[in-house]
């Protein structure tokens, strides 16, 4: 009977490993094969006579010499300079990540130790403001941005995505603060501190994993924004995201395609370094918004 359980656990255990494997393979499968047909020329990688070629790079060979080639990074970074919108996208993840955490800590911690009927209310509005298409809230600033002639710089796509971005961040910040005994600010006052010096000094060390799950979901929202970039962005500020539609758009030129491939892959690189870096406290600030403190 022992003997007999012991065996179905291990089958369920090899079961278990396998279907966790099989699943990883299966997710990181796009990002692994254009990893590697980012080494490849166009005429191997979108190969329509013979798939094979994107494996063995007949083509890249060819004109390089080798199966493998450098040229799609190095007309990404150095020809077209995607380096410029690289800084352009940490610039306005930088920005939108700190105004938005600034806003949603206070706005977050007001409303949770808020007493009053409306509170319930503003957080209402504020949900159903974040449920409006992106776009209506784009075209709304479009006629001011052209007023007063602010179209086009990169503080015009901040103001818009802090915007956006705003109630999702008061929210789930709010439900952070909610978890939080109200006892800690009492206690803390009691012993001399002010409103905001209990805040500072006791709630938010207390908050920190739900502060950098939230800022990491703001900064997603910035870094893979595409909408509001395109549209309120000029060609020579864009960020990372529209500079490889760009690419896509013109693949009437040859190599461009490929230009699309490398960037693709240098802007999705960081984010698995960034979540690799911050796992524990995601987790963790994941965990203290689903469980009662």
């Known amino acids: 009977m022992a003997a007999a359980a012991e065996n179905k656990s291990l089958g369920l255990r090899i079961f278990s490993v396998g279907f966790v494997i099989f699943w990883l393979i299966l997710a990181a499968f796009p990002f692994i094969w254009t990893l590697w047909g980012s080494f490849k020329v166009e005429l191997d990688f979108f190969s329509i006579s013979d798939w094979t070629n994107a494996l063995t790079g007949a083509q890249t060979e060819k004109v390089y010499g080798s199966p493998f080639t450098g040229a799609g990074y190095e007309g990404a970074w150095i020809q077209e300079d995607f380096l410029k919108a690289m800084l352009n996208t940490a610039i306005v993840c930088f920005f939108v990540v700190c105004t938005s955490l600034t806003i949603g800590t206070l706005g977050g911690y007001a409303l949770s130790r808020s007493g009053f009927r409306y509170t319930f209310w503003l957080l ?24 007063w002639n602010v179209w086009g710089i990169l503080p015009t796509s901040i103001i818009v995505l802090v915007a956006i971005n705003q109630p ?13 005994p109200k006892d800690l600010d009492e206690s803390a006052m009691v012993d001399g501190c002010t409103r905001f010096q209990a805040f500072r000094h006791v709630i938010i060390p207390v908050m920190w994993p739900g502060v950098i799950t939230t800022g990491l979901f703001s900064f997603l929202l910035a870094y893979n924004d595409f909408q509001v970039t395109a549209l309120l962005l000029a060609k020579e500020n864009q960020t990372m995201v529209p500079k490889i539609a760009s690419f896509l758009g ?8 490929m230009f699309a491939v490398a960037s693709v892959v240098s802007a999705t690189a960081p984010l698995f370094v960034l ?9 963790s600030g994941l965990t203290a918004g689903a469980v009662k403190g």
């Open 124 to 147: 209402i509005i504020a949900l159903i403001f974040r449920a409006i298409p992106q776009i209506t809230l784009v075209s709304g600033y479009l006629l001011p941005f052209f007023e």
């Open 250 to 257: 013109t693949t009437q030129t040859e190599g461009n395609v």
């Open 168 to 180: 999702f961040t008061l929210w789930m910040l709010h439900s952070f603060f909610q978890k939080i």
């Open 275 to 283: 979540v690799m870096f911050f796992q524990r406290q995601i987790v």
